[in-house]
């Protein structure tokens, strides 16, 4: 995959919720050539630390205005810094990095939680643009964490959400809908995005179903170019680096999650 290492120019943030913003950046070259499912490396061009660059996915492109947008939870030293950059600030980017998604489904369900929910926005947002139906099951703890529902309302047909405390939707993981969901027959291919567990869980749920499945690995990455393989796992066969063989791999090929 094409990838360049460039100094992108913050172009603003959102604030989504009280621990996630979403920060756009000029970054031409990565914007033409971004594919969903993609990561960057980033780090900030004034900042020293943290001396190890950050994985994100990309969450949506904008080719024409040469921008595109990450979102991110403000968890840790490197997401603080981040946190604090504004309008014309540089950051270091290397991307488009890894492999995206097989687009190929013609009845897609997207299937997501917390921070995966991001680039499964621009895989929407690709199915929208090839003028195919997109339905969405979006799972959280609460009511709270699904600030996401603004985000998808204007490109999915279906909104689908389950919640642990029963705040909003369904009570439960989405493994509380997604059976149901797959018996109706609307859909030729899953793709999921999130925790481990979820992913897993649903990988088997459209095993069952005879349904094709593409997750999403989520690892830490400390050079995001396979040469540390800080986030290799074992697939059928072999072991797979995510930054490079992936992040997006078919259920079927991964090992031990």
Same mark, same amino acid.
């Given at each position: 995959?094409?990838?360049?290492?460039?100094?992108?120019?913050?172009?603003?943030? =959102? *604030?989504?919720?009280?621990?996630?913003?979403?920060?756009?950046?000029?970054?031409?070259?990565?914007?033409?050539?971004?594919?969903?499912?993609?990561?960057?490396?980033?780090?900030? +061009?004034?900042?020293?630390?943290?001396?190890?660059?950050? @994985?994100? /996915?990309? $969450?949506?492109?904008?080719?024409?205005?040469?921008?595109?947008?990450?979102?991110? =939870?403000?968890?840790?030293?490197?997401?603080?810094?981040?946190?604090?950059? +504004?309008?014309?600030?540089?950051?270091?980017?290397?991307?488009?990095?890894?492999? #995206?998604?097989?687009?190929?489904?013609?009845?897609?369900?997207?299937?997501?939680?917390?921070?995966?929910?991001?680039?499964?926005?621009?895989? $929407?947002?690709?199915?929208?643009?090839?003028?195919? @139906?997109?339905?969405?099951?979006?799972?959280?703890?609460?009511?709270?964490?699904?600030?996401?529902?603004?985000?998808?309302? !204007? &490109?999915?047909?279906? &909104?689908?959400?389950?919640?642990?405390?029963?705040?909003?939707?369904?009570? #439960?993981? *989405?493994? $509380?809908?997604?059976?149901?969901?797959?018996?109706?027959?609307?859909?030729?291919?899953?793709?999921?995005? /999130? @925790?481990?567990?979820?992913?897993?869980?649903?990988?088997?749920?459209? !095993?069952?179903?005879?349904?094709?499945?593409?997750?999403?690995?989520?690892?830490?990455?400390?050079?995001?170019?396979?040469?540390?393989?800080? +986030?290799?796992?074992? #697939?059928?066969?072999? =072991?797979?680096?995510?930054?490079?063989?992936?992040? *997006?791999?078919?259920?079927?090929?991964?090992?031990?999650?």
């Amino acid at each position: 995959m094409p990838k360049t290492i460039t100094n992108a120019t913050v172009i603003g943030q =959102r *604030v989504l919720n009280a621990t996630t913003k979403l920060i756009e950046v000029y970054a031409p070259e990565i914007a033409k050539t971004a594919v969903p499912g993609q990561f960057v490396n980033v780090q900030v +061009c004034k900042n020293t630390a943290p001396l190890l660059r950050r @994985p994100f /996915g990309v $969450a949506g492109v904008n080719a024409d205005n040469g921008t595109f947008i990450m979102i991110y =939870r403000i968890i840790g030293e490197a997401t603080h810094i981040l946190a604090e950059v +504004c309008s014309g600030d540089k950051l270091s980017i290397v991307g488009p990095l890894g492999h #995206g998604f097989a687009m190929e489904a013609e009845r897609p369900l997207l299937v997501g939680g917390g921070l995966g929910l991001a680039p499964l926005l621009y895989l $929407a947002e690709g199915f929208c643009a090839q003028n195919k @139906p997109i339905e969405i099951l979006m799972g959280g703890r609460s009511e709270e964490e699904l600030f996401w529902t603004d985000l998808y309302e !204007d &490109i999915c047909q279906n &909104i689908h959400i389950t919640t642990d405390d029963g705040s909003c939707g369904v009570q #439960g993981t *989405v493994i $509380a809908l997604l059976p149901q969901l797959l018996d109706s027959g609307k859909y030729d291919c899953v793709y999921v995005c /999130g @925790p481990v567990p979820m992913m897993k869980a649903v990988a088997e749920v459209a !095993d069952e179903k005879n349904i094709k499945c593409q997750v999403s690995l989520e690892k830490y990455m400390a050079c995001g170019l396979g040469a540390c393989l800080s +986030c290799s796992c074992s #697939g059928i066969g072999k =072991r797979l680096k995510v930054c490079t063989d992936g992040p *997006v791999f078919w259920a079927e090929e991964v090992g031990e999650w």
